[in-house]
T-cell receptor
Framework: DAGITQSPRHKVTETGTPVTLRCHQTENHRYMYWYRQDPGHGLRLIHYSYGVKDTDKGEVSDGYSVSRSKTEDFLLTLESATSSQTSVYFC?????????????FGEGSWLTVV | AQSVTQLDSQVPVFEEAPVELRCNYSSSVSVYLFWYVQYPNQGLQLLLKYLSGSTLVESINGFEAEFNKSQTSFHLRKPSVHISDTAEYFCASLANAGGTSYGKLTFGQGTILTVHP
């Protein structure tokens, strides 16, 4: 258990509406990530954060924005949802242990844009 | 740039048979390698990882993977599978770039392992 909570877990929304997904962590990790999972593509990085108010783009950032105003929360916003953003979204954190850095994932948020 | 290729999108096997899930990577720098498993409607769980040292790494549930630098491969194997191993498996790489990779994983496309009775 990596102490990651995603909300909402399931959401159906209409094209053109804004949507915000929340990732909450309880272990004070510096690095947080948002990935999307689509069949045939594996997981692709949308945005990541390396500290409060420090974020950067990933591989598929178009149409998404993020914010991190405090260590424990990393928000992903779809300003105007499109059907191509129907996907499963995973939040992740990076935890350092004796073996080095390992990425741990939340349970996912299923988003359907109709 | 990095890339990860999983050579099989689906692998059906019978229970108690051996299985190999193939993964090849490409990177201009050295990498760390991971296998994750995803059971239906769940998140990804770390199965095993190669960071350095012994090229053969093992998980607690009988899977193993071998890092082969010359062939740029990190294939996942299990000598005898169970019904409960049915899941999707993802291979991923992380650039060992002196702390500048920011933990950004590059994933393969996934392999669905289906174990039949």
């Amino acid at each position: 258990d990596a102490g990651i909570t995603q909300s909402p877990r399931h959401k159906v929304t209409e094209t053109g509406t804004p949507v915000t997904l929340r990732c909450h962590q309880t272990e004070n990790h510096r690095y947080m990530y948002w990935y999307r999972q689509d069949p045939g593509h594996g997981l692709r990085l949308i945005h990541y954060s390396y500290g409060v108010k420090d974020t950067d783009k990933g591989e598929v950032s178009d149409g998404y924005s993020v914010s991190r105003s405090k260590t424990e929360d990393f928000l992903l916003t779809l300003e105007s949802a499109t059907s191509s953003q129907t996907s499963v979204y995973f939040c992740a954190i990076s935890r350092t242990d004796s073996w080095g850095d390992t990425i741990y994932f939340g349970e996912g948020s299923w988003l359907t844009v109709v | 740039a990095q890339s990860v290729t999983q050579l099989d999108s689906q692998v059906p096997v019978f229970e108690e048979a051996p299985v190999e899930l193939r993964c090849n990577y490409s990177s201009s720098v050295s990498v760390y390698l991971f296998w994750y498993v995803q059971y239906p409607n769940q998140g990804l769980q770390l199965l095993l990882k190669y960071l350095s040292g012994s090229t053969l790494v093992e998980s607690i549930n009988g899977f193993e993977a071998e890092f082969n630098k010359s062939q740029t491969s990190f294939h996942l194997r299990k000598p005898s599978v169970h019904i409960s191993d049915t899941a999707e498996y993802f291979c991923a790489s992380l650039a060992n770039a002196g702390g500048t990779s920011y933990g950004k994983l590059t994933f393969g496309q996934g392999t669905i392992l289906t174990v039949h009775p």
